[in-house]
């Protein structure tokens, strides 16, 4: 469950979820919610936190998490 989401002004996606512990899942983006790309492999920690931080990919407007 995505509890936080933001982008900063340096384009920065800012993202904070909950889950399984030690659980892997995919971020994946979209510019049309029909297509879907990978954006990375995230792991959520032995709490079932998961914090990340990265660029925002050229045309993504949506993000959504996936497991695998």
């Known amino acids: 469950t995505i509890t936080s989401f933001s982008v ?5 996606v800012h993202l904070a ?3 399984p512990a030690n659980r892997y899942v995919f971020l994946e983006f979209s510019p049309d919610l029909r297509s ?9 920690n032995s709490s079932g936190r998961l914090d990340w931080s990265g660029p925002v990919n ?4 949506f993000f959504r ?3 695998p």
């Not at 900063?8 to 920065?12: L, T």
């Not at 879907?36 to 959520?44: C, D, E, H, R």
């Not at 050229?58 to 407007?61: D, I, N, Q, T, V």
């Open 8 to 12: 900063s002004g340096d384009n920065q």
């Open 17 to 19: 979820a909950s889950g």
């Open 58 to 61: 050229a045309g993504a407007a």
């Open 65 to 67: 998490l996936r497991q």
């Open 36 to 44: 879907w790309g990978l954006a990375g492999t995230l792991q959520f």
